[in-house]
T-cell receptor, first 109, second 113 residues
Framework: AQRVTQPEKLLSVFKGAPVELKCNYS??????LFWYVQYSRQRLQLLLR??SRESIKGFTADLNKGETSFHLKKPFAQEEDSAMYYC???????????FGKGTTLSVSS | IAGITQAPTSQILAAGRRMTLRCTQD?????MYWYRQDLGLGLRLIHY???????GKGEVPDGYSVSRANTDDFPLTLASAVPSQTSVYFC????????????FGQGTRLTVV
């Protein structure tokens, strides 16, 4: 069965520290993986997708098929990065996104 | 302004009452979705529609129904609300169902008492 696991409910770091938000998945075949972010009082929005291999707001994520992971990383956290982050993949049937339970990132000065 | 709009923004509803959450998009997206967001459970798919005239069940469809009479609208109906349906509901749309960006509404906070 397809599943997305985000093991951390909350990640607290200091400004300037490196950040890694973990995401593991189970999927048969080649998954389409995404990271979505929800800032306080804002709607959920796409942060990045693995097929684009892009860096958005300093965040990157690499698909590791061997470890079935898609961890989100940023070398130096900023206070404005504080938000809820969701890892997601397209389900096997190709009908919708499956989300993990989310990780709250808190960056303090 | 192009986008996806939900109404109402919030609602307090008596148990047993019927309620329809509205969702409209003007991006001509084929696929639309309803999710509920609960603390510690993340976003769970309720129902989806890959194109006008078709709908499908998600992970938690019980107690909810949807219709997709046209491309733009995707209402979610609670036939007889129960307290466990207290949640934040998000509507979303995407151009196609697979591998493309999903755009989300601002959410509807529903409290069933």
């Amino acid at each position: 069965a397809q599943r997305v696991t985000q093991p951390e409910k909350l990640l607290s770091v200091f400004k300037g520290a490196p950040v890694e938000l973990k995401c593991n998945y189970s999927y048969s075949g080649s998954p389409e993986l995404f990271w979505y972010v929800q800032y306080s009082r804002q709607r959920l929005q796409l942060l990045l997708r693995h097929i684009s291999r892009e860096s958005i707001k300093g965040f990157t994520a690499d698909l590791n098929k061997g470890e079935t992971s898609f961890h989100l990383k940023k070398p130096f956290a900023q206070e404005e990065d504080s938000a809820m982050y969701y890892c997601a993949l397209t389900n096997q049937a190709g009908t919708a996104l499956i989300f993990g339970k989310g990780t709250t990132l808190s960056v303090s000065s | 302004i192009a986008g996806i709009t939900q109404a109402p923004t919030s609602q307090i509803l008596a148990a047993g009452r019927r309620m329809t959450l509205r969702c409209t998009q003007d991006m001509r997206h084929n696929a639309m979705y309803w999710y509920r967001q609960d603390l510690g459970l993340g976003l769970r798919l309720i129902h989806y529609s890959n194109t006008a005239g078709t709908t499908g069940k998600g992970e938690v469809p019980d107690g909810y129904s949807v219709s997709r009479a046209n491309t733009d609208d995707f209402p979610l109906t609670l036939a007889s609300a129960v307290p466990s349906q207290t949640s934040v509901y998000f509507c979303a749309s995407s151009l196609t169902e697979k591998g493309t960006e999903a755009f989300f509404g601002q959410g509807t906070r529903l409290t069933v008492v």
